[in-house]
Structure formats: C-alpha cells, structure tokens
C-alpha cells in the first residue's frame, strides 16, 4: 500500500519518464521522419510536465500577494516551460519545412533510404 500510496502522489513524474520512453524509443526505432519528429515532441511534452510538476505544490495559489494565502506554486518552471513551449514550436515548423524539402529532394521519408541515396551520390 506504501507504494501505491507513493505512485499516486508522484503519478506526474512517472507519466513524465513513461512519455520520455516511449519518445524515445520510437525515435530510435523508427526510419520515418516525421515519426522521428513526432517523438522528439513526445520527449519535448515529456520534458515539460516534468519541470511543471516540480514547481506544482498541493492546495497552492497563484503567486499574486493576496491576504490569507500562505501557500503559493512555484512560478519558475512555468515561465520557463513557457519559453520552451514556443521554442519546441518553432524548432517543429523548422524541422517540419526541412523534412518537406528532403522529401521534395530525395523522394523519401525513409532516414536510411536518404543516407542510401547520399552515399551512392559521393562514391
């Protein structure tokens, strides 16, 4: 019962390193390139509950100074998962665009097909 007790109360940290794993693995795992893109956001999303659920505490407000709240949330990691949000969004388009071209060049969204296709056009 301990641990459940303590899976219950730490159930953001555990879904945070299940989301990095499975982001992870399919990057690693798969050959397509928006898959591997769509993992490196699993990762991304992963990254940030994590940093949110430190700064999060129980029955906590928002730190605006208010008279009678004692107990306040960490602002912190919020400010900066919201810096890192808006950076993962742009890497994505950026990632996004050049996956485009790739695909326009090469044909393919395979990563070994284009490594295949790149090493037969250097020998």
């Known amino acids: 019962m301990v641990l459940l007790e303590r899976l219950y109360t730490n159930i953001y940290y555990l879904v945070a390193v299940v989301l990095f794993v499975i982001g992870f693995h399919t990057m690693l795992t798969h050959k397509n390139l928006i898959k591997k893109l769509m993992a490196l956001n699993i990762m991304d999303t992963a990254i940030?509950?994590?940093?949110?659920?430190?700064?999060?505490?129980?029955?906590g407000q928002a730190p605006i100074l208010v008279p009678g709240v004692e107990k306040f949330v960490n602002p912190i990691p919020s400010a900066l998962i919201l810096t890192g949000i808006v950076i993962s969004v742009s890497f994505?388009?950026?990632?996004?665009?050049?996956?485009?071209?790739?695909?326009?060049?090469?044909?393919?969204?395979?990563?070994?097909?284009i490594i295949a296709i790149r090493g037969k056009k250097h020998v």
């Open 48 to 59: 940030f509950l994590f940093f949110v659920a430190i700064g999060y505490r129980q029955g």
């Open 92 to 113: 994505t388009a950026f990632a996004l665009a050049l996956v485009v071209l790739l695909y326009k060049h090469y044909g393919t969204l395979d990563s070994d097909e």
